[in-house]
């Protein structure tokens, strides 16, 4: 097994990479589907391009390289201690070099372990089989999708949707709610693994099991299989689109698999995953512990962008013709500008940003400011960083999930007079209040597009707080051509309000039975 650890580390940087080939024709198919020259059309292009740009930099698709977690399926007699070395090997080497970033952290102090080691993390399941070949399949999984999973106890009534019952039409009402509810937080569009069955802990695993199914592939239970493509084709029509824009495409992918439960239970899991589905898997021989095969279809297989030059121009164009506007601005920003802007417009940051996220927003509430926040950008964001001799360099820095700042973005944004928060997924009532009242928008960067973003990064022009770990610390960047859209203004207008709105509305159209 000498080549195991190095297979394992081809493995991690595939993954977090490259995305598989059945999950780009997704994509694509979801891109194919939208128009163009909408916000949602946009965010696809940009994903898109995204996709590309990380396969050629071998950089992480999205920063959150999430859970690792590796299926080990070995042959009996193969050494499990040596193995799980290896892997843990691997992962710290591969956080060494930027393609994972340190996502580790102590649940109680938050201390960030730095090289994705640590109790829990990473995951490793292993189950021995008949056959001769060592197989590992891998899955990272973001948190912000994470955050979206959700189980249901059946049976149960469902907002807009009414009693779901312990049956076949119960489980399609919990399934359909699972997609309304993650909205676009989990960076639609997405895809959802379901497990029925199983106990609260097995049916969440059940229901990540499925997302290592083929995003083509057909169920061989009947049942299932009609649930799968009822689900695909009946949550498009909630409406919430890409990144919860409003569109045509909110889902990907429905894989569900069943298994038995006890009688007084009766879960329905839903593991939801953003469109950077990245998942991949090895063969490996295992004396030599060399890679034989790899078990999904390489990205390299299938282009994003065959035409990439008219790609970007039909982009731009699709910025300025979702809204009719493309507002340059330069730090620091105006109260004057920022009133001037409306929900709809595309705005390109030019000058200083600063990241900001759990820990920052937690500890401003009651601290001062390391820097001058006056007509600010804060930057819901944590990046991968990489240090060398010339100092600090962005390997990706994608937004992060804002509505975790909802109990304090508004006191910050006023104590400290900052303008602009840039994140994804939007924001609360609290929050737009406080737009209003002090003169600040929210502006909705496309989530996950982690190498997009890092090329509008001209330089790190400093960093505090760096003992909340790379994730959390606050980074100042200098940015040019750094494109959002402003999806809440000063108006008390939010698209994400709007969107939830419509989606709500459309999710009681799914009220009647249909397996009966
Ligand atoms: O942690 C992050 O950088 C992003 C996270 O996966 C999220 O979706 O909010
Ligand atoms: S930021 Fe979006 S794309 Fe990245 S892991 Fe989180 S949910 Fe997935």
């Known amino acids: 097994m000498r080549q195991f650890e190095e297979s394992m580390y081809q493995l991690i940087v595939e993954t977090s990479t490259n995305l598989p080939g059945d999950v780009r024709r997704a994509v694509l198919r979801g891109k194919a589907a939208e128009d163009a020259a909408t916000r949602a059309g946009l965010a696809l292009a940009t994903i898109t391009q995204n996709i590309e740009m990380a396969e050629q ?9 999430g859970m690792p977690t590796f299926i080990v399926h070995t042959p009996v007699g193969a050494n499990q201690i040596e193995m799980k070395k290896a892997i843990r090997a691997a992962v710290v080497r591969a956080t060494k070099d930027g393609k994972l970033r340190p996502n580790s952290v102590d649940s109680l102090t938050g201390a960030n372990s730095g090289d994705n080691l640590g ?31 959700i189980q249901y106890s059946l049976p149960t009534e469902l907002e807009g949707l009414g009693k779901a019952g312990r049956d076949l039409d119960g489980i399609r009402k919990c399934i359909m709610h699972a997609v309304y509810q993650a909205q676009g937080q989990g960076c639609s569009a997405g895809f959802i693994g379901v497990g029925i069955g199983g106990d609260r802990t097995t049916g969440y695993e059940l229901a990540k099991q ?36 409003g569109g045509e495409v909110t889902l990907l992918g429905c894989k569900i698999g069943a298994m038995n439960r ?29 890679i034989t095969d790899w078990l999904y279809e390489s990205g390299h297989e299938v282009g994003m962008n065959p035409e990439t030059e008219k790609e970007l121009a039909a982009t731009d164009a699709a910025g300025t013709a979702s809204s009719g506007r493309e507002i340059v601005l330069q730090t620091p920003i105006s109260e004057e500008q920022i009133r001037s802007l409306k929900v709809g417009d595309v705005v390109i940051i030019r000058g200083e940003m600063h990241t900001g996220r759990d820990a920052l927003h937690k500890y401003l509430m009651d601290h001062d400011a390391p820097i001058d926040l006056n007509g600010a950008v804060i ?34 944004l006023k104590k400290f007079g900052i303008r602009a928060v840039i994140g994804k997924g939007g924001m609360g009532p609290k929050t737009l209040q406080a737009l209003q009242e002090h003169g600040a928008v929210y502006l909705n960067a496309i989530g996950g597009a982690a190498q997009y973003y890092a090329k509008c990064i001209r330089k790190v022009n400093g960093v505090d707080f760096m003992e909340f770990g790379i994730p959390e610390a606050m980074w100042h960047l200098e940015v040019d051509g750094f494109a959002a859209i402003v ?30």
Request: with cysteine.
């Open 57 to 65: 930099e071998v950089s992480p698709i999205c920063q959150d390289t």
């Open 119 to 149: 109790p829990g993390t990473p995951v490793i399941h292993f189950e021995q089989w008949e056959k001769d070949a060592v197989e590992v399949r891998l899955i990272l999984k973001g948190g912000g999708c994470e955050n979206k999973n």
């Open 210 to 245: 499925q997302l290592f199914r083929n995003v083509d592939d057909v169920n061989p239970n009947e049942d299932l299989r009609k649930l799968e493509e009822y689900v695909l084709d009946n949550a498009n029509k909630l409406g919430i689109g890409t990144m919860g824009f």
């Open 262 to 290: 006890l009688p007084a239970s009766f879960f329905v899991s839903v593991a939801y995953n953003c469109w950077a589905f990245r998942r991949q898997g090895v063969l490996i021989q295992p004396d030599s512990g060399e």
């Open 379 to 412: 930057y819901h964001c944590g990046p991968v960083m990489l240090k060398d001799e010339d100092g600090w360099h962005v390997k990706a820095a994608g937004p992060t999930t804002s509505i975790r700042e909802e109990p304090y973005q508004g006191d910050i």
């Open 487 to 516: 999806t809440m203004d000063s108006h008390g207008n939010s698209l994400h309000a709007d969107v939830n709105k419509d989606s709500a509305a459309k999710l009681e159209m799914f009220k009647e039975p249909v397996f009966l």
